[in-house]
């Protein structure tokens, strides 16, 4: 007994000895983790380093490269507000994710962010916006430079996607990159182009049926407005670009006139026209269109390949759009309900014309009016651009068999199509006014990534690793190393 007491008390002696080492260790090392927790954090509070990392997949916390682009060529002071009692930002998850991107911001020495509390600051929102104009309000974020203001809608930072099919919300997007940057362009800039939205052919209303276009464009600095050519003796100085979008019946003789002096001195025209079914004729704008090249057809286009239209639905034609020197990346469009684009054989040396879209050889153009003739057989052109050289300065032409892509409708309808084709029409202004670093910062999800399973196999084989296997792994780890501890 006594000899087998001694080898207990050994083997007591050698656990007591390694158990109080590993506690002193785990104790030492967690003292030593809290430490240097403290210290990076206090660091990064004080600015001295940026120790933060962007894990996210869709890198919700960073700035692209064209942000960064804008911001490096600020040559102007720029104020970010955020109308919020700090303690408000500090315990809202949304409002933290924005402040965290716009510390962004602030790392260009031209951009300064500053969260003030109206409550608490009287007179601050009539020092940020004098005139009143801009409603702004507590909960708001403002971007201003000199006596430029933008205020930044909802809808402008977050919005929601829905499953139009069911009316369920199915994910959030984070736009806030695209509205902020955007709206220091436009306060930065110098000049604001005004692009008009004609009226009185049954067009949309801008403010009604094209308003997140509307947002897009003024992001880019631009005005946008609305116009009555019947009413107006010519197209106004200031414009632009002159945008007929969905008309349903012609212009007059005196409008087209009036198009035509604009053209003729530089002018630049996108002119978006649908498919319709009471198939009126447009002999105003053909005449107009002819000293383009340029005519139309009045016929629905249709695909009869399932891979290039929306499911169930062939006259909403997807369509490849490479880049070109009008447009320069790759897009997909959706165009539904759309009629087709001809270009003239009466070529003349002083006019360009650049085919964007085509839809494929197995399409069809079916006409309205079955009595005119045979259907237009693909490949059918779906949108075209023009550079005229033949007057008094270059004018271009936007010219497409599609309106609604572009409107409200189309986003609910259609969703991330909408994004693709508004991108497209913002970047085919750039082209018209020589513009570069157009913001079109894509929408970052906000949904959490998950792992699908495709088969009732992987998510078997998934359980079993989880459930079994691994469990099975660590606890025989476990027995092992605690049999060469007893052996010590």
Same mark, same amino acid.
């Given at each position: ?9 050994? @083997? ?18 967690? =003292? ?57 930002? /500090?315990?809202?998850?949304?409002? +933290? ?22 409550? +608490? ?29 933008? +205020? ?22 984070? @736009? ?43 992001? /880019? ?19 632009? @670009? ?25 002018? *630049? ?45 062939? #006259? ?28 003239? *054989? /009466? ?7 650049? #085919? ?26 779906? $949108?075209?651009?023009?550079?005229? /050289? ?18 409200? =409708? ?10 693709? $084709? ?13 513009? +570069? ?5 894509? =929408? ?18 998934? =359980? ?25």
């Amino acid at each position: 007994m006594g000899k087998i007491g001694n080898i207990m008390r050994s @083997i007591n002696k050698r656990s007591l000895k390694y158990g109080s080492l590993s506690i002193v260790l785990i104790a030492a090392a967690v =003292a030593v983790a809290i430490i240097v927790n403290l210290l990076v954090t206090a660091i990064q509070d004080r600015g001295i380093i940026n120790m933060k990392f962007d894990l996210t997949s869709s890198r919700l916390y960073s700035i692209g490269d064209t942000t960064k682009e804008i911001l490096q060529q600020l040559d102007k002071d720029v104020e970010i507000y955020g109308l919020f009692d700090i303690g408000e930002i /500090n315990s809202n998850l949304s409002l +933290k994710q924005i402040k965290e991107v716009l510390s962004q911001y602030e790392k260009y020495g031209h951009v300064q962010v500053k969260y003030l509390d109206p409550d +608490k600051e009287p007179g601050l929102i009539n020092e940020i916006d004098p005139t009143g104009l801009k409603d702004i309000r507590k909960g708001d974020f403002v971007v201003k430079s000199g006596s430029k203001v933008r +205020k930044l809608l909802a809808n402008e930072i977050y919005r929601t996607e829905y499953d139009y099919q069911t009316g369920q919300a199915t994910g959030a997007s984070f @736009i806030g990159e695209q509205g902020f940057t955007g709206a220091i362009k436009y306060v930065a800039s110098d000049k604001t182009p005004v692009v008009y939205f004609t009226q009185g052919h049954e067009e949309g209303q801008v403010e009604s049926n094209y308003t997140l276009l509307k947002t897009q464009l003024e992001s /880019n600095n631009y005005e946008v407005k609305s116009i009555n050519l019947m009413i107006e003796e010519k197209v106004p100085e200031d414009a632009e @670009i002159l945008i007929v979008a969905s008309p349903k019946i012609d212009i007059s003789v005196q409008e087209k006139n009036k198009l035509k002096d604009y053209l003729k001195n530089g002018g *630049k025209a996108v002119l978006l026209f649908d498919s319709l079914e009471s198939n009126p004729k447009f002999p105003q704008f053909e005449d107009l269109l002819a000293e383009y090249n340029i005519g139309l057809n009045y016929d629905k286009v249709k695909e009869t390949d399932p891979q290039r239209y929306y499911p169930g639905d062939p #006259s909403a034609v997807v369509l490849d759009v490479p880049a070109s020197n009008v447009i320069q990346r790759e897009y997909q469009l959706l165009l539904a309900g759309s009629r087709s684009i001809k270009v003239l *054989k /009466n070529q003349k040396d002083y006019i360009t014309v650049t #085919s964007l879209m085509k839809t494929s050889a197995k399409a069809v153009g079916e006409q309205i009016d079955k009595s005119v003739g045979p259907d237009n057989q693909g490949p059918l052109d779906l $949108g075209v651009a023009v550079e005229h /050289n033949g007057g008094t300065k270059q004018s271009k032409l936007l010219v497409m068999g599609n309106g609604l892509f572009i409107s409200d =409708a189309a986003r609910q309808q259609y969703g991330q199509y909408f994004d693709y $084709g508004n991108n497209f029409f913002t970047m085919s202004l750039s082209w018209m006014m020589d513009k +570069k670093n157009e913001v079109v910062i894509e =929408a970052k999800s906000l949904d959490t990534e998950r792992l699908n399973m495709t088969s009732a196999a992987q998510a078997n084989t998934v =359980a079993l690793l989880t459930v079994i296997v691994f469990p099975l792994l660590i606890l025989g780890f476990g027995i092992f190393v605690w049999i060469r501890r007893r052996h010590l």
